[in-house]
Nanobody
Protein backbone atom coordinates (compact mmCIF):
# COMPACT_ATOMS: atom_id res chain seq x y z
CA UNK A 1 0.00 0.00 0.00
CA UNK A 2 0.93 3.64 -0.40
CA UNK A 3 0.40 6.29 2.25
CA UNK A 4 0.09 9.87 1.02
CA UNK A 5 0.37 13.09 3.00
CA UNK A 6 -0.58 16.41 1.43
CA UNK A 7 0.65 19.75 2.70
CA UNK A 8 1.00 23.35 1.61
CA UNK A 9 -2.59 24.51 1.61
CA UNK A 10 -3.69 27.76 3.16
CA UNK A 11 -5.54 31.04 2.75
CA UNK A 12 -4.37 33.40 0.02
CA UNK A 13 -5.74 36.31 -1.96
CA UNK A 14 -6.65 36.10 -5.62
CA UNK A 15 -3.59 36.35 -7.83
CA UNK A 16 -1.24 34.81 -5.30
CA UNK A 17 0.46 31.41 -5.44
CA UNK A 18 0.72 28.22 -3.43
CA UNK A 19 2.69 25.03 -3.84
CA UNK A 20 1.13 21.81 -2.64
CA UNK A 21 3.20 18.76 -1.78
CA UNK A 22 2.25 15.10 -1.69
CA UNK A 23 4.73 12.88 0.10
CA UNK A 24 4.48 9.14 -0.56
CA UNK A 25 5.54 6.39 1.82
CA UNK A 26 7.34 4.48 -0.90
CA UNK A 27 9.19 5.17 -4.10
CA UNK A 28 6.99 6.76 -6.70
CA UNK A 29 9.08 5.22 -9.46
CA UNK A 30 6.79 2.17 -9.48
CA UNK A 31 3.58 4.20 -9.19
CA UNK A 32 1.83 4.42 -12.53
CA UNK A 33 0.47 7.90 -12.00
CA UNK A 34 0.17 10.61 -9.39
CA UNK A 35 -2.93 12.75 -9.68
CA UNK A 36 -4.27 15.85 -7.94
CA UNK A 37 -8.01 16.17 -7.42
CA UNK A 38 -10.04 18.85 -5.72
CA UNK A 39 -13.47 19.04 -4.14
CA UNK A 40 -15.03 22.49 -4.03
CA UNK A 41 -17.30 23.63 -1.18
CA UNK A 42 -20.78 22.24 -1.53
CA UNK A 43 -19.79 19.83 -4.29
CA UNK A 44 -20.11 16.10 -3.84
CA UNK A 45 -17.68 15.05 -6.55
CA UNK A 46 -13.97 15.49 -6.84
CA UNK A 47 -12.59 17.15 -9.96
CA UNK A 48 -9.41 15.93 -11.62
CA UNK A 49 -6.96 18.83 -11.63
CA UNK A 50 -3.64 17.47 -12.88
CA UNK A 51 -1.84 14.19 -13.32
CA UNK A 52 1.65 12.94 -14.06
CA UNK A 53 2.62 9.43 -15.15
CA UNK A 54 5.73 7.49 -14.24
CA UNK A 55 6.99 8.38 -17.71
CA UNK A 56 6.62 12.08 -17.05
CA UNK A 57 3.64 12.90 -19.23
CA UNK A 58 1.22 15.42 -17.72
CA UNK A 59 -2.41 16.32 -18.11
CA UNK A 60 -4.41 19.27 -16.78
CA UNK A 61 -8.00 20.30 -16.43
CA UNK A 62 -8.88 23.11 -18.81
CA UNK A 63 -9.67 25.38 -15.89
CA UNK A 64 -6.09 25.29 -14.61
CA UNK A 65 -4.04 25.08 -17.80
CA UNK A 66 -1.41 27.77 -17.90
CA UNK A 67 -1.69 28.43 -14.18
CA UNK A 68 -0.93 25.11 -12.46
CA UNK A 69 2.07 22.85 -12.91
CA UNK A 70 2.43 19.30 -11.64
CA UNK A 71 5.91 17.93 -11.06
CA UNK A 72 7.66 15.17 -9.17
CA UNK A 73 10.86 14.51 -7.30
CA UNK A 74 11.49 10.78 -7.31
CA UNK A 75 14.40 11.07 -4.87
CA UNK A 76 12.07 12.65 -2.31
CA UNK A 77 9.07 10.48 -3.20
CA UNK A 78 7.10 13.67 -3.57
CA UNK A 79 4.76 15.17 -6.13
CA UNK A 80 4.07 18.90 -6.27
CA UNK A 81 1.32 21.13 -7.57
CA UNK A 82 2.47 24.68 -8.21
CA UNK A 83 -0.59 26.91 -8.32
CA UNK A 84 -0.14 30.42 -9.70
CA UNK A 85 -2.62 33.20 -10.37
CA UNK A 86 -5.09 31.65 -7.99
CA UNK A 87 -8.75 32.47 -8.37
CA UNK A 88 -11.60 32.25 -5.84
CA UNK A 89 -13.03 29.37 -7.87
CA UNK A 90 -9.88 27.38 -7.05
CA UNK A 91 -11.06 27.17 -3.44
CA UNK A 92 -11.34 23.49 -2.56
CA UNK A 93 -9.87 20.64 -0.61
CA UNK A 94 -7.05 19.26 -2.74
CA UNK A 95 -6.36 15.53 -2.65
CA UNK A 96 -3.41 13.51 -3.87
CA UNK A 97 -4.11 10.17 -5.54
CA UNK A 98 -1.59 7.45 -6.34
CA UNK A 99 -2.42 4.87 -8.99
CA UNK A 100 -0.49 1.63 -8.62
CA UNK A 101 -2.43 -0.89 -10.65
CA UNK A 102 -4.65 -2.53 -9.69
CA UNK A 103 -4.98 -0.20 -6.69
CA UNK A 104 -5.38 3.49 -6.01
CA UNK A 105 -4.72 5.41 -2.81
CA UNK A 106 -5.86 8.76 -1.43
CA UNK A 107 -4.29 11.29 0.86
CA UNK A 108 -6.25 13.12 3.55
CA UNK A 109 -6.51 16.38 1.63
CA UNK A 110 -5.31 19.92 2.21
CA UNK A 111 -7.52 23.02 2.22
CA UNK A 112 -6.92 25.83 -0.25
CA UNK A 113 -8.95 29.00 0.19
CA UNK A 114 -8.65 31.91 -2.23
CA UNK A 115 -10.26 35.19 -1.25
CA UNK A 116 -11.31 37.86 -3.72
Amino acid sequence: QVQLVESGGGLVQAGESLRLSCAASKTIFSINAMVWYRQAPGKQRRELVAGITSGGSTNYADSVKGRFTISRDNAKNTVYLQMNSLKPEDTAVYYCNAVEAPYAYWGQGTQVTVSS
